[in-house]
């Protein structure tokens, strides 16, 4: 029913910067929050990032002043914007959305299928 698709993970510098972006498509009544999450090997699942449909933004305290989250609503996309990156955000990067396929229906969370993001010299 909801697809995310997430792309422009990559191999990076410390001190580098990437962007990811993440579309949804489908049956798509409503989106509420969009957001990043991020699991390195042999550790749990953990936020980056989200954001509401009206623009407040929540970040983890690990990449705030770093990264930035935005989202075009009208594409049903959402970015981050990822600079000064360090060996330790080294992981595979899951784009979620909370989404409503009809107007009288609940919000569902979706997930990308992940994109990897490695950071090394």
């Known amino acids: 029913q909801v697809q995310l698709v997430e792309s422009g993970g990559g191999l990076v510098q410390p001190g580098g910067s990437l962007r990811l972006s993440c579309g949804a498509s489908?049956?798509?009544?409503?989106?509420?929050?969009m957001g990043w999450y991020r699991q390195a090997p042999g550790k749990q699942r953990e936020l980056v990032a989200f954001i509401y449909s009206g623009g407040s933004t929540n970040y983890a305290d690990s990449v705030k002043g770093r990264f930035t989250i935005s989202r075009d609503n009208a594409k049903n996309t959402v970015y981050l914007q990822m600079n000064s990156l360090k060996p330790e955000d080294t992981a595979v990067y899951y784009c979620?959305?909370?989404?409503?396929?009809?107007?009288?229906?609940?919000?569902?969370?979706?997930w990308g299928q992940g994109t990897q993001v490695t950071v090394s010299s």
């Open positions: 979620n959305a909370d989404v409503q396929t009809t107007g009288w229906g609940p919000y569902l969370f979706y």
């Open positions: 489908g049956t798509i009544f409503s989106i509420d929050t």
